[in-house]
């Protein structure tokens, strides 16, 4: 991306890097249950 | 530490005590239960910022309160609510932690909402509005680079795994007490909770003054929004034809937030035709639903006539018991017993003479569950020595 440009901010797309981002956590299911528990911070748990 | 086998033959007992209770059979022990956030910090003399890195220190403090006082029973989830740490990670804008140190306070106040302009926004892409233009304004992680935003979100994961081991933790101790979930928050073996979808518009997206007035000066467009809701509900888990999994207790649950500022003919469009659609199937194969009162709604609780006797647990909040009693204490489960103001600055005489007429009332004939009529979530809530004396009283006096 051209760092000149806007970011378009896209929820997903973070969170999708996220779950496959094995930095932070290295077990894929508590992994994916983190990220969940993110989403739901973000957005509300409705 | 107790032993599994007494954890586990106390948990039964209080389980069938509640089954009875609720389902109007006077049970061996009337259940005592509490409802609290951050406030058990508190009780154990800590501010969440000084323990917050440390599960072991966190779940050991929030627990103190178990080992002081008896307890049957809790509603809603017993642990820390929200992580603090993972919301300032992501610069959250609605969420801070309170001066006191223990509470973490939303502040609508000052946040900005959608304005009325954006209806055909939210109409034309929902889950887009919500994920990226809601998302951005709430949080300033989301404000800058793309780098910036993946750094806070790694930051707050980090943070957020800490909350969970946190909140397994007290998860593990609660079920070494043998108390018993009144009901679940999220599983597959319950019957589905039920958020009435106004809400959305009242919590998420325009706020509580904006979407109050909506309701007058745009009623059209606050009726799509709702279909649109409605449409994006989870499939549920489990259908009323395979319910019940397991015991009706833990029950599943739905809550008051924007239900007490509607007029009946609101609340029956917004709420309750919705709930009643929703829950109906599974309560009449034996489903309870907790019912998370917020305000005054007194003037509600007589539709829930319509429901089958013993499928809903009430937790009031700011209404007279007493009132409620008599509108629906036959049909329906109070969950009551003492308001905080009571507790707060009361004697202890005139707290257990409270506490001593509501069991006297509401006890016989089953119907009754016995808890605060609020939850406890900052220090100072409560006055502790009316809250010990209260329980002991509770424990005693509801006990065949």
Not at chain 1, 17 to 45: C, H, Q, V, Y
Not at chain 2, 118 to 131: L, P, W
Not at chain 2, 196 to 213: A, E, I, M, Q, T
Request: glycine share 6%; proline share 5%; with cysteine.
């Amino acid at each position: 991306m051209d760092e000149n440009q806007e970011y378009q901010f896209d929820l997903e797309e973070l969170l999708a890097e996220l779950l496959s981002d094995e930095s932070w956590e290295s077990d894929p299911a508590f992994r994916e249950m983190i990220a969940n528990g993110l989403k739901a911070t973000i957005l509300g748990a409705f | 530490m107790e032993s599994s086998e007494n954890s586990t033959a106390r948990y039964n007992q209080r389980l069938k005590d509640l089954i009875d209770a609720t389902s109007f059979r006077e049970p061996d022990k009337v259940p005592v239960g509490i409802e609290v956030i951050n406030w058990p910090l508190a009780y154990a003399g800590v501010k969440l910022m000084d323990v917050v890195d440390d599960p072991i220190a966190t779940s050991k403090a929030y627990t103190k309160i178990l080992d002081d006082i008896e307890i049957d029973f809790h509603t809603l989830s017993f642990g820390l609510n929200h992580s603090i740490q993972t919301l300032q990670a992501l610069g959250s804008i609605q969420y801070r932690l309170a001066e006191n140190g223990v509470t973490v306070e939303h502040v609508q106040a000052e946040f900005s909402f959608m304005t009325a302009d954006e209806y055909a926004d939210v109409i034309s892409d929902y889950q887009g509005f919500r994920k990226n233009t809601m998302s951005q304004r709430s949080f300033k992680a989301f404000q800058g680079s793309k780098a910036e935003a993946y750094d806070a979100m790694k930051k707050a994961a980090l943070a957020l795994k800490n909350h969970v081991v946190t909140n397994r933790l007290i998860s593990q101790r609660v079920a070494e007490k043998g108390i018993v979930p009144v009901n679940l928050m999220q599983t597959n073996n319950i019957a589905p909770w039920y958020y009435g979808p106004f809400n959305v518009l009242f919590d998420y997206l325009r706020g509580v003054k904006d979407s109050l007035v909506d309701l007058r000066r745009r009623p059209e467009a606050v009726k799509a929004v709702n279909q649109i809701v409605e449409s994006f509900r989870p499939l549920s888990k489990v259908s009323p034809d395979d319910y019940p999994a397991i015991s009706p207790i833990p029950a599943s649950w739905t809550f008051y937030h924007s239900e007490c500022f509607l007029n009946n003919q609101q609340f029956d469009e917004l709420f309750f035709q919705g709930f009643k659609k929703h829950a109906l199937p599974y309560m009449e194969k034996g489903a309870k639903y907790l019912l998370k009162g917020e305000g005054m709604f007194l003037n509600t609780l007589g539709r829930f006539r319509e429901l089958p006797k013993g499928s809903l647990i009430i937790e009031l909040d700011q209404d007279d018991p007493f009132d409620a009693y008599k509108i629906i204490g036959d049909h329906q489960t109070l969950a009551t017993g003492i308001k905080l103001d009571l507790l707060r600055s009361g004697t202890k005489q005139q707290c257990i003479d409270y506490v001593k007429r509501c069991f006297d009332t509401f006890a016989p004939g089953g119907g009754f569950i016995f808890m605060p009529q609020k939850p406890l979530i900052a220090p100072g809530d409560v006055n502790i020595k009316n809250l010990l004396a209260v329980y002991e009283f509770a424990n005693h006096y509801g006990t065949k």
